[in-house]
């Protein structure tokens, strides 16, 4: 399939976290929450660093990571859901502010690969009867980014969260159109 993948829309996020729990797969659950909440591309998602996710014990509810692509840092928030895969998933697996959140299997000492993580995201997606082909690891840096444009048609905020330096990158990566315009000017009356 040529063009972009399509972002998953809130139940299907929860299918994905209820089919999760229920094969008791902690990592991959924490992992989801982090790609979710974090709004990062891959690259960036398989090397976030305990160190980033933790303070004081305690996963943070808001997080900085240095972008791969634009080598500037973004913030992002950990909601509840998140929070609580996490500080789970980071209990049973143990390590230090410098370690990778998602060792490799092969090798500890580096990061979950993002050929692997795609994997997983095919193997999560299909689970709940959707078409691999049709997402991808970009479809979970874009759910969040989709769900706040459509409840806010706020391209800036959309833009700051995402670490887009460019409006237009925005705007094209969600998709927005002569349409969205329109329907957001008719729900404003003056």
């Not at 990592?27 to 989801?32: K, P, V």
């Not at 692509?69 to 928030?77: A, Y």
């Not at 509840?80 to 000492?109: C, H, I, K, M």
Request: proline residues 2%; positive net charge.
């Amino acid at each position: 399939m040529v063009g972009a993948k399509r972002a998953l829309k809130a139940p299907q996020v929860w299918a994905i976290r209820f089919w999760l729990d229920h094969e008791g797969r902690l990592r991959d659950r924490a992992l989801f929450d982090l790609a979710i909440d974090s709004k990062l591309r891959g690259c960036d998602v398989v090397k976030v660093k305990i160190g980033d996710l933790v303070s004081g014990g305690r996963i943070r509810a808001r997080a900085i990571v240095v972008q791969r692509k634009t080598k500037r840092p973004v913030q992002f928030e950990l909601l509840d859901a998140a929070r609580a895969s996490l500080q789970t998933w980071l209990e049973r697996r143990g390590g230090t502010v410098d370690d990778y959140a998602f060792p490799s299997r092969v090798d500890r000492a580096t990061h979950l690969s993002t050929r692997q993580y795609a994997r997983l995201v095919d193997e999560w997606v299909t689970a709940i009867g959707l078409r691999k082909e049709d997402y991808g690891t970009h479809s979970l840096r874009r759910t969040k980014a989709s769900i706040i444009y459509k409840a806010t048609g706020n391209l800036r905020a959309v833009q700051i969260l995402l670490g887009d330096t460019k409006i237009e990158s925005t705007v094209r990566y969600l998709g927005v159109d002569v349409e969205d315009a329109l329907t957001l000017a008719e729900g404003t009356e003056v």
